[in-house]
C-alpha cells in the first residue's frame, strides 16, 4: 500500500511539473485578448477609411479623423477613387483649387491617415 502512496505522489509531482512547463509555453489570455482586438480596431479602421473616402456625408469617427488631418498638415485633402479603378487620388484643396498629392507627401499623409484612424477606432472601442 506505500509503495501504490509513493507512486502516486510520484506520478503526481510529474503531473504538476509537466503542467508548469506546458503554462510557460502557451501564451497568456491577455496576449490572445490584446491581439484579437488589435486585428479589430484594424479591420475597423480600414472601414473607416473606405467610407471616408466613398461617402461624401462622413460619419463622426471619420469627420474626426479629416478634421485632425488638417489640423496636423494645414490642409484640407479630398480623397476619390478614379473611374477605371485605379490608386486612390489624394487632392489638397487650396485657393487656386485643388492639387494632386503625390510622391513623398502622398506617401505621409496616407501613412498618418492609417495612424490617426487606429487611434480614432482604439479610443472608441470598449
Known amino acids: 500500500m506505500l509503495r501504490t502512496y509513493g507512486k502516486q505522489l510520484t506520478s503526481a509531482k510529474r503531473l504538476a511539473r509537466f503542467r508548469q ?3 510557460g509555453t502557451q501564451p497568456p489570455d ?5 491581439a484579437k482586438r488589435r486585428e479589430l480596431v484594424q479591420r475597423i ?4 477609411i473606405e467610407n471616408l473616402i ?3 456625408s462622413p460619419s463622426p469617427v471619420v469627420k474626426a479623423v479629416l478634421d485632425q488631418l488638417e489640423r496636423e498638415f ?4 479630398l480623397f ?7 490608386d486612390v ?21 496616407l501613412r498618418r491617415l492609417w495612424e490617426i484612424a487606429l487611434s480614432k477606432v482604439d479610443g472608441t472601442m470598449l
Open 21 to 23: 512547463a506546458m503554462e
Open 30 to 34: 491577455d496576449i490572445a485578448r490584446q
Open 45 to 48: 479602421a480600414h472601414e473607416v
Open 54 to 56: 466613398v461617402n461624401s
Open 74 to 77: 494645414g490642409h484640407r485633402y
Open 80 to 86: 476619390e477613387y478614379p473611374l477605371d479603378g485605379g
Open 89 to 109: 487620388h489624394i487632392l489638397r484643396e487650396t485657393p487656386q483649387g485643388p492639387l494632386d498629392v503625390e510622391g513623398a507627401e502622398r506617401n505621409k499623409v
